[in-house]
């Protein structure tokens, strides 16, 4: 168990008050006083056995007091799990987070997560996940739609000294300085990431010294004395609302309990807890105050029992509160942002022949014409147009501030997308290739599929994902990747495999306030054309399209694997099989599938991904519980092999489910 602060008369700290009032002075205090004060009570609760879980941040509040009270109530703020004081000074009723706390319905997510995890639009403040890193992306996102709304309006993320090894902070750094966002990057060092100093956490002496590697300001102020915590976030959100640009702030400080309650302290040298003991931030601004003969013993006696009062006062509220009571239809329900969304149809006839590529530029281009709020976020995309060209000529119609070329900051990118969110805009993000993905692979399916569900936010982002084989381009430019993004609740997995449905489902996409991975086959951009309607028009995600109709099988399939059933369909004309193209992968169609397998009786899913763990498992798996006394045969599935995708074209072509798919219609149909 660490040491309790000391008692300090003396004052260790240097203040100077600058212009503010005796009263402001008072207000300052009360504000850093109620954290420590809530934190008390949580440290008594967790010993009742009350409440299970504490992240303390006493001996840091000066830093969040400071920043709650130095940014406006309409400005943005990303706190982490030791920043109690900017929930308190954006005054947020105690019975909401104490009921935040315990899980109960009376917080911000229902039960649904943890402690500081949530973000309420009401209060500007952005919640952490657990990942630490993502939060600064996702504020390079927000700090993005202010550039661009020109609004003049600060940002401010948290990070912990430990959270600056992750990857995260360097892309969203890097980020923010390339695009002059104005956010303050604020790092609470207080020596430690949970149990490992500094010292195995990082070489350089101190966080300003990175600021000159990313060409960005850099400040350091001791953060633990308030009113320079005040003053200085105060002043940096004034100069960065006037000239846009990132600031790392490095708040020098300590943690005066463990990483959580349970974790104890042996770690640290006890010599540092007497040291950072007596620079703690709320008895020396005490102590400051009355030596300053501006409070004096009562008016702190008065002030801790009215703080105190409210405290109980907003427990029995909270404690008094039913547990969620459960309700399946209502959690599967809130996974995603239900708005109905209308289908659009072309106002003329007129059609274009368009290649699969062109549906998709088609697409992009009346989408970002239609939704001024649109931005398209990737490497290389503006003036170069994108490896594959899909953005050629946007540049020069939209502009760069909607047209931005990337960093190669996949997770940084990702995170700007929900950024940009929850500031009310809508984003496309390219991945140049679908394998890339995993560079971001945490801000998709931890921060844009789960934050609608825990805190009722979602994210209007869609991430365009350049897929798949038959390129000869081997493991790390050919991979089908859909079915990590189908074992995700929260996203919704669009893959068409025809230009007009390119165009409509891409459009449908951008209309859905949902995060939709986007599946795009390389191999389909320039081999395959169709007339295409030249207008706007939306094709409804979730259902799938018969494409041929027949009567011995049902071949279910999507993507490239549409194109080789029709092949194979073409050269065995004697087969008669419906032939179904999912088209949305999540939420996937099971009333087509099922009416068509009623119908026919026998089932082949061919797919280009691997076999094990692949969608057609699923599949699968479905028909054998709800349609089994229709089928005549084994339901069988036709993929790639389980090997990474190899370059030569001739491992490349026995590597692929195409190979195979021919012998398995067939044992299927002769069975
Ligand atoms: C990606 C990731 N890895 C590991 C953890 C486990 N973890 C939680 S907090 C923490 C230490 C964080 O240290 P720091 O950023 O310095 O913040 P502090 O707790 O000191 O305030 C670790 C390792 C995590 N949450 N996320």
Same mark, same amino acid.
């Given at each position: 168990?660490?040491?309790?602060?000391?008692?300090?008369?003396?004052?260790?700290?240097?203040? !100077?008050?600058?212009?503010? =009032? !005796?009263?402001?002075?008072?207000?300052?205090?009360?504000?850093?006083?109620?954290?420590?004060?809530?934190?008390?009570?949580?440290?008594?609760?967790?010993?009742?056995?009350?409440?299970?879980?504490?992240?303390?941040?006493?001996?840091?509040?000066?830093?969040?007091?400071?920043?709650?009270?130095?940014?406006?109530?309409?400005?943005?703020?990303?706190?982490?799990?030791?920043?109690?004081?900017?929930?308190?000074?954006?005054?947020?009723?105690?019975?909401?987070?104490?009921?935040?706390?315990?899980?109960?319905?009376?917080?911000?997510?229902?039960?649904?997560?943890?402690?500081?995890?949530? %973000?309420?639009?009401?209060?500007?403040?952005?919640?952490?996940?657990?990942?630490?890193?993502?939060?600064?992306?996702?504020? !390079?996102?927000?700090?993005?739609?202010?550039?661009?709304?020109?609004?003049?309006?600060?940002?401010?993320?948290?990070?912990?000294?430990? %959270?600056?090894?992750?990857?995260?902070?360097?892309?969203?750094?890097?980020?923010?300085?390339?695009?002059?966002?104005?956010?303050?990057?604020?790092?609470?060092?207080?020596?430690?990431?949970?149990?490992?100093? =500094?010292?195995?956490?990082?070489?350089?002496?101190?966080?300003?010294?990175?600021?000159?590697?990313?060409?960005? &300001?850099?400040?350091?102020?001791?953060?633990? /004395?308030?009113?320079?915590?005040? =003053?200085?976030?105060?002043?940096?959100?004034?100069?960065?609302?006037?000239?846009?640009?990132?600031?790392?702030?490095?708040?020098?400080?300590?943690?005066?309990?463990?990483?959580?309650?349970?974790? $104890?302290?042996?770690?640290?040298?006890?010599?540092?807890?007497?040291?950072?003991?007596?620079?703690?931030?709320?008895?020396?601004?005490?102590?400051?105050?009355?030596?300053?003969?501006?409070?004096?013993?009562?008016?702190?006696?008065?002030?801790?029992?009215?703080?105190?009062?409210?405290?109980?006062?907003?427990?029995?509220?909270?404690?008094?509160?039913? /547990?969620?009571?459960?309700?399946?239809?209502?959690?599967?329900?809130?996974?995603?942002?239900?708005?109905?969304?209308?289908?659009?149809?072309?106002? =003329?006839?007129?059609?274009?022949?368009?290649?699969?590529? !062109?549906?998709?530029?088609?697409?992009?281009?009346?989408?970002?014409?239609?939704?001024?709020?649109?931005?398209?976020?990737?490497?290389?995309?503006?003036?170069? %147009?994108?490896?594959?060209?899909?953005?050629?000529?946007?540049?020069?119609?939209?502009?760069?501030?909607?047209?931005?070329?990337?960093?190669?900051?996949?997770?940084?990118?990702?995170?700007?997308?929900?950024?940009?969110?929850?500031?009310?805009?809508?984003?496309?993000?390219?991945?140049?290739?679908?394998d890339f993905v995993t560079c971001g692979f945490n801000q998709v399916v931890n921060n844009l599929a789960k934050t609608h569900y825990r805190w009722g936010q979602n994210a209007d982002v869609v991430v365009r994902m350049p897929t798949g084989a038959q390129v000869n381009a081997g493991p790390f430019h050919s991979q089908s990747n859909e079915a990590w993004f189908v074992h995700t609740p929260g996203l919704k997995v669009v893959y068409p495999a025809f230009p007009s449905d390119a165009k409509g489902l891409l459009l449908a996409s951008i209309e859905d306030p949902n995060p939709v991975m986007y599946f795009e086959h390389k191999a389909l951009y320039r081999s395959i054309t169709e007339e295409v309607h030249e207008d706007y028009y939306t094709?409804?995600?979730?259902?799938?399209? *018969?494409?041929?109709?027949?009567?011995?099988?049902?071949?279910?399939?999507?993507?490239?694997?549409?194109?080789?059933?029709? &092949?194979?369909?073409?050269?065995?004309?004697?087969?008669?099989?419906?032939?179904?193209?999912?088209?949305?992968?999540?939420?996937?169609?099971?009333?087509?599938?099922?009416?068509?397998?009623?119908?026919?009786?026998?089932?082949?899913?061919?797919?280009?991904?691997? *076999?094990? $763990?692949?969608?057609?498992?699923?599949?699968?798996?479905?028909?054998?519980?709800?349609?089994?006394?229709?089928?005549?045969?084994?339901?069988?599935?036709?993929?790639?092999?389980?090997?990474?995708?190899?370059?030569?074209?001739?491992?490349?072509?026995?590597?692929?489910?195409?190979?195979?798919?021919?012998?398995?219609?067939?044992?299927?149909?002769?069975?």
């Open positions: 168990m660490a040491q309790a602060p000391a008692t300090v008369s003396a004052v260790f700290l240097k203040y !100077d008050r600058k212009n503010f =009032s !005796d009263s402001q002075l008072i207000e300052i205090y009360k504000e850093l006083l109620k954290p420590r004060l809530i934190e008390e009570k949580m440290l008594v609760l967790l010993r009742q056995g009350k409440i299970a879980k504490w992240f303390s941040g006493i001996g840091q509040e000066a830093i969040s007091v400071g920043c709650g009270l130095a940014l406006e109530a309409e400005e943005y703020i990303l706190p982490m799990h030791r920043n109690l004081g900017v929930f308190t000074t954006r005054k947020i009723p105690l019975h909401r987070l104490f009921s935040q706390w315990q899980g109960k319905p009376g917080g911000f997510t229902n039960g649904r997560d943890r402690s500081f995890h949530f %973000g309420t639009q009401e209060f500007h403040i952005v919640g952490m996940i657990s990942h630490l890193g993502p939060q600064m992306g996702v504020a !390079d996102g927000i700090a993005l739609a202010n550039l661009l709304k020109k609004n003049q309006k600060a940002t401010a993320v948290f990070t912990g000294d430990g %959270g600056t090894s992750e990857g995260d902070f360097h892309e969203s750094l890097n980020v923010a300085a390339v695009w002059d966002l104005p956010v303050i990057f604020i790092v609470e060092n207080n020596g430690y990431g949970l149990s490992t100093p =500094s010292s195995e956490q990082f070489r350089m002496k101190q966080f300003i010294d990175k600021g000159i590697g990313y060409g960005i &300001e850099a400040v350091q102020v001791d953060g633990n /004395n308030i009113l320079e915590t005040y =003053s200085t976030i105060k002043s940096l959100a004034e100069s960065i609302r006037k000239k846009p640009r990132p600031i790392l702030l490095e708040c020098m400080t300590f943690r005066m309990r463990g990483h959580e309650e349970a974790s $104890g302290t042996k770690y640290v040298p006890p010599q540092l807890f007497e040291e950072w003991g007596k620079k703690d931030p709320v008895s020396n601004f005490e102590n400051y105050l009355l030596s300053e003969k501006i409070i004096d013993e009562n008016l702190i006696a008065s002030t801790r029992r009215e703080i105190k009062q409210e405290i109980e006062k907003n427990l029995e509220i909270a404690f008094a509160e039913n /547990n969620p009571e459960p309700e399946t239809a209502r959690e599967v329900h809130d996974v995603y942002d239900n708005t109905k969304l209308k289908i659009s149809f072309p106002v =003329s006839d007129k059609k274009t022949e368009m290649r699969y590529l !062109d549906a998709i530029t088609d697409a992009m281009r009346l989408g970002m014409r239609k939704y001024d709020n649109l931005v398209i976020m990737g490497q290389d995309i503006a003036e170069y %147009g994108g490896v594959f060209k899909a953005t050629l000529g946007f540049v020069e119609e939209f502009g760069k501030g909607r047209v931005r070329n990337t960093p190669i900051c996949e997770s940084a990118i990702l995170g700007a997308g929900l950024g940009l969110s929850i500031s009310g805009m809508k984003s496309i993000v390219e991945m140049q290739f679908a094709t409804e995600i979730g259902k799938a399209r *018969l494409v041929r109709e027949g009567s011995q099988a049902t071949i279910i399939t999507y993507g490239l694997g549409v194109h080789w059933a029709m &092949e194979t369909l073409d050269q065995n004309p004697n087969i008669s099989a419906d032939l179904i193209d999912l088209r949305t992968l999540l939420p996937w169609d099971q009333e087509t599938v099922e009416t068509s397998v009623r119908k026919t009786g026998r089932v082949v899913i061919l797919h280009e991904d691997t *076999l094990i $763990g692949g969608i057609g498992g699923e599949i699968s798996a479905h028909l054998s519980e709800h349609c089994f006394q229709y089928l005549d045969a084994p339901v069988v599935r036709v993929a790639s092999l389980d090997t990474p995708v190899p370059m030569n074209v001739e491992l490349e072509n026995n590597f692929l489910a195409k190979a195979r798919f021919e012998e398995g219609l067939k044992r299927v149909v002769g069975y």
